[in-house]
């Protein structure tokens, strides 16, 4: 009975207790998965040698190396001697260089693309999801409208029209991007408004907005980092076809899309280094970003709790 | 009669039923949700609403509070008439009806904590609190409804049902609100946690002076709490009168069903009884009968019930009935 009395005196002494959110349930099972965390330490080791590279390189991105040139097969193969690591292209500039460059670049695409993405299709699809009827209605049309117009052409057409640059390409990338995840932070919306809290907060006489924010928007988050996570190589992807197309960055800036294709336009000559650094950059990226993707579904997944 | 604290006249709630497949113009199915609806709720009292499942009581209670539009009535708090206020005026209204809700867990955010929650309601209408005081508050709070103040920084999924129950009542309860409409507070829990939250809200009303609309479909529930009992059936109000007196004296012919199909724990008297058990399923409330919408399950209907609406009836001191014949419901009983 004492013993009882004091623990019970302990108790409600004690510091209010650490709970567990969803949010920590859900790192304990991403932690859990091998391949995701696996992922994560690829996409860790790559930005490390995207903004580290710049500083151990020992040359230039934009310098020509002399000696290899008129000789690129022979000469610029990868060799520690004569530190190009990597090899030269064919240009005889060193590929190392051009590949933290082009790694930077590529990612650079992908993160601003899927932020865009994240930012403005989430809370564009829970203001349509939330307020439905008309504005939902009107708002969604929309969305269909700039969802049926061919993105990939358009992109093109911007980057002709005013000129190549980087802006111009994160604008095309920035316009499409959002679309798709609209639409599902708007279908997940319509679930989560007939909930309880949010009539709860409605009741209460919380403002719509505020409900977004902090009732809705939360609750979406677990559906919009597993999409996008998976949209960043997507965006990836569209940079390194526009810049195959010859349409992308501009030299002296550089991405893997870029080096890839001159990496293909001199794989008759042998020099398999030049296609094989960047596509392997490229490859385990996609790959990391893919199994990042999969664990962040799995660990998020309400049905799995 | 005493001093009234909110009172629904006449109130009907539509909804509009898009048929499926049918174009995007066609008008759509009126839903007749809750027609001419009049309750009163009086200053610290308890109004027990039960009828089935479909029969409206939600959406009555919604109407209320204001997330449901009205269709047609008025809602009239400390006499002002409510239905045509702004939404921003109602938001502010909200400090004064709280709601608490049938599952305990579905209206509880999964992704704030419990301190969270409970504080939602105060930061809200009270923006400038200092953040001490409404930790101060949430505290004082979880302890007056059972919980350890400690939990503040648990997540709902931790508790169980009873727990998150008292949770949404310490939200509901955290601005002082004069109504506390709970809609089926205990349907979710187990029996033994249903008398700890049906006590817990009885200690809190008498404590705060609080006025409650207590929604269930267990009659035996209802009639522990309510002072007052109104019998809902396909969106009307059949019988209203004091607690004891709907028990003792049930005129309705629906309202004797209920109280028919409340169990008795005791086998022996439970095998013994008369029972009137309903046949049939609650009507579709986008085509309800004509006349009387109780008649396609009535025992005592006649052709006259089809023909004509019955009238809301006072039968004695506040008890009013809509059935013409409910004086012949009793000798169908005795029989």
């Known amino acids: ?305 | 009669m005493s001093d009234v604290l909110l009172e629904a006249d006449n109130v009907s709630v539509t909804f509009d039923i898009q048929r499926p497949g049918a174009w995007p113009w066609t008008p759509p199915d009126k839903l007749q949700a809750v027609k001419q609806a009049s309750i009163q709720l009086e200053s610290g009292k308890t109004l027990g609403l039960v009828g089935e499942s479909g029969s409206g009581k939600s959406t009555l209670a919604r109407a209320i509070v204001g997330t449901v539009p009205i269709s047609s009535g008025t809602v009239l708090w400390r006499g002002q008439d409510w239905s045509a206020a702004s939404p921003a005026e109602r938001r502010n209204h909200g400090r004064h009806v709280q709601m608490v809700f049938q599952d305990p867990l579905a209206a509880l955010n999964p992704r704030m904590n419990v301190g969270e929650i409970v504080a939602e309601p105060l930061i809200t209408h009270f923006p400038d609190l200092p953040k001490a005081k409404v930790r101060e508050k949430v505290g004082a709070m979880m302890e007056r409804v059972g919980l350890l103040p400690t939990l503040v920084n648990r997540y709902p999924h931790e508790f169980s049902g009873g727990q998150c129950q008292r949770i949404g009542i310490a939200r509901a309860l955290i601005t002082e609100p004069e109504l506390v409409i709970c809609d089926e507070p205990v349907s979710a829990l187990d029996v033994s946690v249903q008398a700890q939250v049906v006590n817990l809200l009885k200690g809190l009303q008498r404590d705060m002076g609080l006025t409650l609309m207590f929604i269930a479909h267990d009659l035996s529930v209802v009639r522990h709490i309510s002072d007052r009992i109104a019998v809902m059936y396909l969106g009307r109000i059949v019988e209203i009168a004091d607690a004891a007196e709907v028990i003792g004296n049930p005129c309705h012919p629906y309202t004797r069903a209920l109280i028919a199909s409340v169990p008795i724990p005791s086998p022996k008297a439970e095998r013994a009884r008369h029972r009137p058990v309903l046949q049939g399923e609650l009507p579709s409330p986008l085509a309800p009968p004509s006349g009387c919408v109780f008649r396609t399950r009535c025992p005592i209907a006649r052709d006259s019930c089809a023909a004509q609406v019955p009238e809301f009836e006072l039968i004695s001191g506040d008890h009013r009935v809509a059935c013409p014949y409910h004086a012949e419901a009793g000798l169908a009983r005795a029989e």
Do not use: C
């Open chain 1, 1 to 305: 009975m004492f013993a009882t009395k004091a623990a019970a005196d302990n108790l409600a002494a004690a510091q209010p207790v650490k709970g567990r959110s969803l949010w920590a349930d859900a790192r304990a099972r991403f932690l859990r998965n091998k391949a995701a965390v696996a992922g994560l330490i690829v996409l860790f080791l790559v930005t490390l040698f995207a903004l580290l590279g710049p500083l151990i390189a020992p040359w230039n991105n934009e310098d020509i190396d002399w000696n290899v040139l008129g000789n690129v097969a022979e000469a610029g193969r990868p060799s520690l001697e004569t530190g190009h690591w990597f090899g030269t292209d064919a240009l005889g500039r060193d590929l190392f260089a051009r590949t933290v460059q082009g790694t930077q670049i590529s990612l650079m695409v992908g993160i601003v693309g899927a932020l865009i993405s994240v930012i403005v299709g989430t809370l564009y699809g829970a203001v349509a999801g939330y307020f439905g009827g008309r504005a939902d209605a009107v708002m969604m049309r929309a969305v269909d409208v700039l969802m049926s117009i061919p993105y990939m052409f358009v992109l093109i057409l911007l980057l002709v029209v005013f000129g190549r640059s980087m802006l111009m390409l994160f604008i095309g990338i920035g316009l499409v991007s959002w679309l798709d995840m609209a639409r599902i932070a708007r279908g997940q919306t319509l679930s989560l408004r007939s909930k309880e809290y949010v009539e709860a907060a409605i009741a209460t006489g919380v403002k719509p907005f505020t409900i977004i924010l902090r009732h809705i928007v939360p609750n979406l988050l677990g559906v919009v980092i597993v999409y996008a996570t998976l949209l960043v190589p997507s965006m990836i992807i569209y940079e390194s076809f526009i810049s195959f197309l010859g349409l992308g960055v501009q030299e002296p800036l550089t991405s893997w899309g870029a080096l890839i294709n001159d990496g293909a336009a001199e794989m008759n000559n042998g020099t398999y280094w030049m296609l094989g650094f960047p596509l392997f950059f490229f490859v385990i990226t996609l790959f990391g970003f893919f199994f990042v993707g999969d664990g962040l579904r799995d660990a998020l997944d309400p049905k799995d709790r």
